[in-house]
């Protein structure tokens, strides 16, 4: 059973770099699917921030673009987010999924991190 | 703005019917049959009910299905329980480039 889990800070400060890994655990990161990050605002829907495949191939959201970069770790089976400059707009509980393509859908989750942005 | 639009809130009896709307354009949702519908519970993940417009994951309850006509997907809930309460979410594939793009999400109420 494919099972996902996000780590990283809770607490980010405005202007600074947010950094997430996602650890899988049931299935090798390396032989095949997707691994995206998703995000939610507090009490807000969901929106899709960038997919990688096999480390090399990632699409990202048009309008993270500049400030986004998805990696992964084959070796620790892990996937990581980087986003930089962040502001208060970017505070949400953010989601790491597998993906089939760069097409829906996710499944499964990772049970979702809040980062909060704040001095 | 979401890309996908859904209705804010939608409610029904135990035993009921529902069917939440998801429209798109012709660039997602009326383009691709890559529709997929998640469930998410207060505090929880979502959760995968429907892909590829009509398909079912396996362990998922067959009281749910999906279709779409043109530029709308729907998501329809049979023999409503009080446990599918919670918010609904669409989700396409986009030739734009945003490749994957999420409705607004739909409250479902079981009364």
């Known amino acids: 059973q494919v099972q996902l889990q996000e780590s990283g800070p809770g607490l980010v400060k405005p202007s600074e770099t947010l950094s997430l890994t996602c650890a899988v655990s049931?299935?090798?990161?390396?032989?095949?699917?997707?691994w995206g990050w998703i995000r939610q605002p507090p009490g807000k829907g969901l929106e899709w921030i960038g997919s990688i495949y096999h480390s090399e191939t990632t699409y990202y959201n048009p309008s993270l673009k500049s400030r986004v970069t998805i990696s992964v770790d084959t070796s620790k089976n892990r996937f990581s987010l980087k986003l930089t400059s962040v502001t208060a707009a970017d505070m949400a509980v953010y989601y790491c999924a597998r993906a089939r393509g760069p097409p829906p859908p996710f499944d499964p989750w990772g049970q979702g991190t809040l980062v909060t942005v704040s001095s | 703005q979401s890309a996908l639009t859904q209705p804010a809130s939608v409610s029904g009896s135990p035993g009921q019917s529902i069917t939440i709307s998801c429209t798109g354009t012709?660039?997602?949702?009326?383009?691709?049959?890559?529709v997929s519908w998640y469930q998410q519970h207060p505090g929880k993940a979502p959760k995968l009910m429907i892909y590829d417009v009509s398909i079912r994951p396996s362990g998922v309850s067959n009281r749910f299905s999906g279709s779409k006509s043109g530029n709308t997907a729907s998501l329809t809930i049979s023999g409503l329980q009080a446990e599918d309460e919670a918010d609904y979410y669409c989700s396409s594939y986009s030739s734009s480039s945003t490749l994957v793009v999420f409705g607004g999400g739909t409250k479902l109420t079981v009364l």
């Open positions: 049931g299935y090798s990161i390396s032989r095949d699917y997707y």
């Open positions: 012709s660039s997602d949702v009326g383009g691709y049959n890559y």
